[in-house]
């Protein structure tokens, strides 16, 4: 009979090939905390006294990191705060903002939703319907980064924190491979600054963590998640690399892990002799940092004819 690996508890939920493991529920979710706390110490990630925004869309990976930063949050090391951005998806978006302003006011928490309308004039929807777009990961990229970026200056926070997980990383160092693009590649880790005083340092709790085992940790612990998929998502370039890696992952499980560590080991000769080009500047339509004149919200939308509405 198998039993839990660390206790012995029969109830086994979960079998890591990588590591041979077989953990309990209780086992697992310790695991996972335990992980996700050595990144926050390694990387120097949270400091006592930070105001941490969470960008949280209401699926598994945000609901995930709200919850372990919480843990933080009641021992008082930090202040929590989070933002859900609509993005104006009909059929998708409506139930993750309900489960985020859920979660939010279950712990307590300041919270906001922004939606793209607002900011812009236009939602993903409306510029999908455009001949000639870019494609709808391109804008929503940009546009979530422009809205979480200017958010946590409200909030005054100190640190915004993503659910990128460990299968979203090995993406996209895999993409910027891929595409050469070496400048993207140098920018990749678990966090992410800027000269800019108007950029607040993004945070990756999760980086380490891959996607299945996220999700195994909200059923274990009870989240209420959103668990539907982008509609919208089926078109990116990402989704072939992700399911190259998934398919590499069933012979090789520690695939992921390799390219991530692997990363990890060169980066700082990748950011040595390309470093990071976040900011020259502020863009001169909005104010928010900017590599060029325009930044690239502002470049897009007045592609689409479009401004953002201050």
């Known amino acids: 009979m198998v039993v839990c690996t660390k206790c012995g508890n029969p109830k086994v939920v979960i079998s890591r090939k990588q590591s041979g493991q077989f953990l309990c ?13 050595q990144t926050i110490r390694r990387e120097n990630l949270i400091q006592k006294g930070d105001k941490v925004m969470v960008a949280l869309s209401g699926g598994k990976d945000s609901v995930v990191t709200l919850d372990i930063l919480n843990s933080y949050y009641k021992r008082h090391v930090i202040d929590l705060c989070a933002v859900t951005i609509d993005e104006g998806i009909k059929g998708y978006r409506n139930e993750g903002v309900s489960i985020a302003k859920a979660h939010a006011k279950n712990l307590g928490i300041e919270h906001k939703v922004v939606k793209f309308k607002d900011c812009f004039s236009i939602d993903l929807d409306e510029i999908m319907e455009y001949e000639n777009h870019r494609g ?14 200017r958010t946590a200056r409200e909030f005054n926070a100190t640190k915004i924190a993503t659910g990128h997980n460990l299968d979203d990383e090995s993406q996209a160092i895999l993409m910027n491979y891929l595409e050469g693009n070496i ?17 607040t340092p993004k945070i990756k709790p999760l980086r380490e963590i891959p996607e299945k085992e996220i999700g195994l940790y909200a059923i274990v612990k009870g989240l209420d998640v959103h668990l539907a998929a982008c509609p919208y998502a089926h078109e990116s370039f990402r989704m072939e690399v992700g399911n190259i890696l998934k398919d590499l ?27 990071p080009q976040f900011h020259q500047g502020d863009c001169v339509k909005c104010g928010e940092p900017s590599s060029n004149e325009l930044c690239r919200a502002c470049t897009f939308l007045e592609e689409l004819g479009h401004e953002v509405q201050l």
């Open 25 to 37: 529920s209780d086992c697992f979710i310790e695991s996972i905390n335990k992980k996700v706390q």
């Open 136 to 149: 709808s990961c391109t804008y929503c990229g940009v546009f979530r980064r422009w809205i979480i970026n």
């Open 249 to 275: 992952s069933k012979q090789h499980p520690t695939i992921m892990y390799s390219i991530l560590k692997g990363y990890d080991k060169i980066k700082p000769l990748v950011r040595e002799n390309y470093p």
């Open 183 to 199: 400048n993207n590649l140098s920018a990749l880790g678990a966090l992410t600054t800027s000269k800019s005083p108007k950029f």
